[in-house]
């Protein structure tokens, strides 16, 4: 006998799905973008919710509770640093507060001289030079002090998992879609993020543009492997998540010369398997519209954070569906009614033809990026309101 919570699972299943292929539902789905923002909306401090299994699950039935949801982007909880503390590196501490925040000097552990090892062969060279680098265990001889450690590590990524399921079980448990299937930076961001940093890519980009984009293609499969080790088949509303970092900051015949070879070359695989894929473009992508028009059609949903929306709906809302445009800035300075009108003419600009999600511009993370009631009264708004009729 299906239950009133299947039967809501499967219509915002199929909710998401015929809008993640930019095809028109019964209604505009309204979607999670609450990450650590709920644990201070449950009353708690990032650190008090770390190692506090109860705590944590409290945050998560609030924070997909209270609100109205079709799907959630992602949890709304932070990670601790156990794993690299363990390692004895990694590029990221957690500050008083508990937030993650970029260690100084940590990202930067290639050379500029080292892309052709890069590119003759990744596997090996981050195994075998980049990790011993940046992880004080994995560097020096083996040892079985070193062997009792990396079981530890083990055992953390298996509870790390047990914890996930548990928070996906949960929001299964109200009928909401966990809408993120698997994610992937793609290879030039993986560079920028984890062997370059900032300065080091751009002086690269400068200096040796054609090593960048062999780099990238060279970590295609890398990407793929690592995506692919961890998900299923394509699962209807849902989509695998990729951040985007580096181009914001590159012109069009840099992004062209450097990052839009292993960009599309990875769309195109997992497209072609079936997969949607939600691109975040953080900031601003406007300046790169030309590129993004080529990306595969009816398969790509773009999250988009500083965008003009109505903007990006017109030169890409053949192509893709656009979710975002509620400010967390508003939702936080704003009146409740200044909200629901600002949802309302999204809605009313966005949502005719199908292919619009409605969420926030940005991921939630401060207590700063909205007021609950606003939050409510938006999400539950845009639900009445964003009806096809």
Wanted: hydrophobic fraction near 35%; glycine fraction near 8%.
């Amino acid at each position: 006998m299906t239950t009133n919570i299947e039967r809501l699972y499967e219509e915002r299943k199929k909710r998401l799905d015929i809008t993640m292929h930019n095809g028109q539902a019964d209604r505009v789905p309204v979607v999670s973008m609450v990450s650590t923002w709920g644990v201070y909306y449950a009353g708690y401090t990032l650190k008090e919710v770390l190692d506090d299994e109860e705590k944590g699950d409290e945050v998560v039935e609030k924070a997909y509770g209270d609100f109205y949801w079709d799907g959630i982007f992602g949890n709304p909880l932070v990670e601790g640093t156990d794993i690299y503390d363990i390692l004895g590196g990694g590029t990221f501490a957690l500050n008083a507060d508990g937030m993650r925040q970029t260690k100084p000097g940590s990202i930067k552990v290639m050379n500029e001289n080292e892309y052709p090892d890069l590119i003759k062969d990744p596997y090996d060279f981050l195994l075998n030079t980049i990790y011993p680098r940046r992880y004080k265990l994995l560097n020096g001889p083996y040892t079985d002090d070193k062997y009792k450690e990396m079981c530890t590590v083990a055992d953390k990524i298996k509870e790390k998992g047990i914890k996930y399921k548990r928070y996906n079980d949960i929001a299964k448990s109200k009928g909401l879609i966990v809408s993120r299937q698997g994610s992937f930076f793609n290879p030039v961001d993986l560079i920028l993020d984890n062997l370059r940093d900032f300065s080091g890519i751009m002086s690269d980009i400068k200096r040796q543009p054609e090593m960048v984009k062999e780099a990238g293609l060279a970590m295609v499969q890398y990407c793929i492997d690592n995506v692919e080790h961890s998900i299923n088949e394509p699962e209807p509303g849902c989509a695998i998540f990729a951040p985007m970092h580096l181009p914001q900051f590159l012109s069009p015949k840099d992004f062209e010369r450097v990052y839009w070879p292993s960009f599309i070359k990875l769309a195109n695989y997992f497209t072609n398997k079936g997969y949607v894929i939600r691109y975040y473009f953080e900031s601003n992508y406007e300046h790169l519209y030309d590129y993004l028009q080529e990306l595969p059609k009816g398969q790509i949903v773009g999250l988009f954070e500083d965008d003009d929306l109505r903007k990006a709906k017109k030169f890409l809302g053949n192509n893709m569906a656009i979710a975002g445009g509620m400010p967390t800035s508003l939702l936080y300075l704003g009146s409740t009614q200044e909200c629901i009108d600002y949802a309302k003419a999204l809605i009313d600009d966005l949502a005719p033809g199908g292919g619009y999600i409605f969420a926030m511009n940005k991921i939630m993370l401060s207590p700063t990026d909205g007021r609950a009631e606003n939050l409510k009264a938006v999400t539950e708004f845009a639900h009445e309101y964003g009806v096809y009729k």
